[in-house]
């Protein structure tokens, strides 16, 4: 059973935080890791795709970082800012089967002005 | 802009109904894909489909069918609806053959009464 971890499950930070937080998943067949952030009454949001070891990944205040021999990956938010306040879900990509994701359960973050 | 549009934002249903669930996608995507998302279980997928007429289950079929008769719209069927399928349906779409990024519908909110 391929199983995708996110730790931690809740998180809370002020304004101005930064802050970081994991997806673990399995070191084997690996083709793709992907971050989508989920706002509130809005529809996830692809942030990141992810296919090489050693990958790094920016977008503004975010970033992410890719280890696929051990089997993780860390999405670090600069200087939170209220408006970062989501569930960030992290999705493996088997190259077994690769048409569909297997989802972590996601991270929440909420910041506080 | 990418646009995956989901037929309603809430609906309401009686047990025993059949009810239809409704996503088209503006940007010539193979790919498209149903979850839902409950509190604690994170998305999981009903079904899939690659191409037109094809599709193929997720991880949680049961009680549910699927149409694809055109490139732009997937369909999901719930044959005799439940009270355990009061759910958040969410609906994707992909391009395929890479490491694609998944691009979702605003979300059905379905209540069975």
Redesign the interface.
């Known amino acids: 059973i391929l199983n995708v971890e996110q730790s931690p499950q809740s998180l809370h930070v002020q304004e101005g935080d930064s802050t970081n937080f994991t997806c673990s998943f399995p070191s084997s067949n690996f ?2 890791l ?1 971050w ?1 952030r989920w706002e509130t009454a ?5 942030l990141f ?1 992810m ?1 090489l070891n050693g990958d790094e990944k920016k977008k503004g205040r975010i970033s992410a970082t890719l280890n696929t021999k051990e089997g993780y990956s860390y999405l670090y938010i600069k200087g939170s800012q209220p408006e970062d306040s989501a569930t960030y ?1 992290c999705a493996f ?1 088997n190259a077994g089967n ?4 297997i ?4 991270t929440s973050l909420a910041v506080n002005p | 802009d990418v646009k ?1 549009t989901q037929s309603s934002r809430y609906l309401v249903k009686r047990t025993g109904e059949k009810v239809f669930l409704e996503c088209v996608q503006d940007m010539d995507h193979e ?1 498209m ?1 149903w979850y839902r998302q409950d509190p ?6 009903i079904y ?1 489909s ?1 191409d037109v007429k094809m599709k ?1 289950k ?1 991880d949680i079929p049961e009680g549910y069918s699927v149409s694809r008769e055109k490139k732009e719209r997937f369909s999901l069927i719930l044959e005799s609806a439940s009270t355990n399928q009061t759910s958040m349906y ?1 609906c ?1 779409s992909s391009l ?1 053959g890479g ?9 059905t909110r379905l209540s069975i009464l």
């Open positions: 083709y793709a992907h989508y809005k529809s996830p949001e692809a795709v296919t879900l990509h690769n048409r569909k994701l989802w972590g359960l996601g | 995956v790919n894909f604690g279980l994170g998305l999981r997928l899939f690659y193929e997720g969410l994707a395929v490491a694609w990024p998944q691009h979702f519908g605003d979300g």
